[in-house]
């Protein structure tokens, strides 16, 4: 059963757990195309988690901001097209979690080594945030922080395992969230990773 957060997130344990290894090999295939690399922020840091993306928008950032583009900046290119089994998976989720249609037009592939973390953030460069965002982990589990309204809220802490697959939508959509630092850890299947996917509707 669906473990409800709040109304509008709910965590899909094992959700993606059968098509694991199929959705790794996809995400190999995006990689040779886009290779993951480490974006830098606005204010000119460089990012511990490497990125890459794949659909017809990517998430990225430099130091003239955050944005989606439909290009890939390191290639000129545009992005990798969503693989099938991607988008089936991420329309499935949705559905599971009371959001049907789901469509996603951009895929961020995020991919945490040991020590790897995503400081505390909101999701802010959608143009609808009525869309929800659908979150795949594989790989080694994680913990995840998952805060209020405010950066200053107090956060929860919820352990992210491979397979898991996590739905914000609804008032959960703009919560402030992030990842601890990923301990030392090795996975069959994507060795000292954990490989998160997150599919959004950007425009
Ligand atoms: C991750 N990535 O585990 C997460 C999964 C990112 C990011 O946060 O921006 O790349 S997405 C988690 C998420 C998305 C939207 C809303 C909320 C969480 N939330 O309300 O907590 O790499
Ligand atoms: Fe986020």
Redesign the pocket.
């Known amino acids: 059963p669906p473990e409800v957060l709040e109304p509008g ?1 709910m965590v899909l344990r094992g959700f993606a757990l059968e098509k694991a290894a199929d959705l790794l090999q996809a995400v190999q295939q995006v990689t040779t195309q886009a290779p993951f690399r480490h974006l830098i922020t606005p204010g000119g840091l460089r990012m511990s ?1 490497a990125m890459t993306n794949c659909g017809r928008l990517g ?1 990225v950032s430099d130091r003239s901001g955050y944005r989606y583009d439909p290009l890939d900046p390191d290639s000129g290119q545009p992005w990798p097209a969503m693989p099938p089994l991607l988008r089936q998976l991420a329309f499935d989720a949705a559905q599971a979690a009371g959001f049907p249609g789901f469509a996603p037009d951009a895929c ?1 592939i ?1 991919r ?1 080594a040991p020590g790897t973390r ?1 400081s505390l ?3 802010r460069d959608e143009g609808n945030y009525a869309h929800p ?1 659908v ?1 795949v ?1 594989l790989g080694i589990p ?1 913990v ?1 922080l ?2 209020g309204a405010q950066r200053s809220d107090k956060a929860r802490r919820i352990a ?1 395992m491979h397979g898991d697959v ?1 739905v ?1 939508g609804g008032p ?8 601890l630092p990923l301990p030392e850890a090795q996975h069959p299947l994507t060795g000292a990773h ?1 490989i ?1 996917l ?1 599919f959004r509707k950007a425009s």
Request: aromatic share 20%; glycine share 6%; proline share 0%.
């Open positions: 997130a988690v998430w961020l995020n945490y995503l953030h909101q999701d965002i979150s982990s994680a995840f998952w805060g992210l996590v914000w959960a959509r703009l919560r402030f969230h992030g990842v954990r998160n997150t």
